[in-house]
């Protein structure tokens, strides 16, 4: 038997072995002698799909592959790069750190366990094994996997990515000033409220299909949803992954605003309008509560981007001289007054004319 990182399973898909997807989870067999890959194989692969390398080294660059195994059984005692080492480099990678690894050895000494555990594993298994318990705790391992993918993405619904990592590897995010970036500040304006309980609740229901398609829109460009109040939606690019091309980005952002709502406009009969204003400064970023999160910026940058939308028409997007200066070889620009920015002065303001 050679190396294989092919996937392999039986056409029966039991609800246990499904990922979120709606396909088989995805098991990584690493085990010098092919014999027992082949136990695993036959054990396992009507439930799930099976790779399978006979090298330790294979396995990571296997894990690293996407889409990667959702759990990796991995034997010890190996030529060249044994398990241990394979699981220490596993869990030293932050783009495998996540994936959960089962030890299954013939090492059966206390020792052995305690040291597979104190490199990062989620259980060991010694040999010869019961069929049922390997299936058993295969089971349990990817479920709690699952469950905490759940989660996670409940987080990004509240706070980027790059934090959520750094509090996984770090167990804290600190507060951090990224200069430049660029705001984003947009305003719904509604085509009219009633206190009547079914209207009103068709209007939430609009609000959150067209921050829906916001949020979209954002993450499609590479920039960052920081929050939604009431009608106002609050974006920025630069951070936490800096971006030099962060103001283009966010009139492109902008622009993709105004042709969705137009177009939602003429498909739904919504009189939906929004103003927009941007303004490229610096913020500080970081995490605000302790028992419940939210990824909130500050600083002057923030308060000038609100100020600039603002003064925008509804379905116009207005910009500050900050980002104008950018942009303005991009865009066509038309003057838009100004503001007076207390400590700062005038800042002249431009409305977005031909894109």
Not at 27 to 32: E, G, Q, R
Not at 159 to 174: E, N, T, W
Not at 190 to 217: V, Y
Request: glycine share 8%; charged share 25%.
């Amino acid at each position: 038997m050679t190396d294989s990182d092919t996937t392999q399973g039986a056409p029966s898909l039991p609800p246990e072995g499904l990922a979120d997807s709606g396909e088989k989870q995805c098991i990584l067999a690493v085990d010098d002698a092919p014999e027992n890959i082949e136990i695993i194989r036959n054990l396992l692969e009507c439930e799930y799909q099976i790779k399978a390398t006979v090298k330790g080294r294979k396995a990571l660059e296997i894990a690293k592959r996407k889409p990667q195994p959702d759990l990796i059984l991995l034997d010890i005692m190996m030529p060249e790069m044994d398990g241990l080492e394979v699981c220490r480099a596993l869990k030293a990678d932050p783009e495998t750190a996540h994936i959960p690894v089962i030890f299954i050895t013939g090492k059966n000494e206390a020792a052995n366990e305690i040291e597979g555990f104190e490199l990062g594993a989620a259980d060991y298994i010694t040999k010869p094994f019961h069929p049922a318990v390997v299936r058993a705790r295969v089971h349990t391992h990817l479920l709690l996997q699952r469950e905490q993918r759940k989660v996670e993405r409940l987080l990004e619904n509240i706070l980027p990515r790059k934090i959520i990592q750094d509090i996984k590897v770090h167990g804290f995010s600190a507060p951090e000033m990224f200069d430049p970036v660029t705001i984003m500040f947009a305003e719904l304006i509604e085509p009219g409220f009633s206190d009547d309980a079914t209207l009103a609740g068709q209007l939430i229901t609009e609000l959150t299909d067209i921050f829906t398609t916001f949020d979209s829109i954002v993450t499609g460009h590479g920039a960052e949803r920081i929050k939604t109040n009431g009608d106002t939606y609050l974006a920025v690019c630069g951070m936490p992954a800096r971006n030099p091309e962060h103001a283009d980005i966010m009139v492109r952002v902008a622009r993709d605003f105004l042709k969705f709502l137009s177009l939602y406009r003429r498909e739904h009969g919504k009189n939906w309008k929004v103003r927009i204003g941007l303004h490229t400064g610096s913020v500080v970023g970081g995490i605000v509560g302790r028992n419940r999160y939210l990824y909130d910026i500050f600083g002057d940058g923030v308060s000038i981007a609100s100020r600039v939308q603002k003064a925008a028409e509804p379905m116009t997007l207005v910009v500050s001289d900050p980002t104008w200066e950018l942009v303005r070889e991009m865009y066509g620009f038309s003057p838009h007054g100004s503001i007076e920015v207390k400590g700062k002065g005038i800042v002249r303001l431009f409305e977005l004319t031909v894109s």
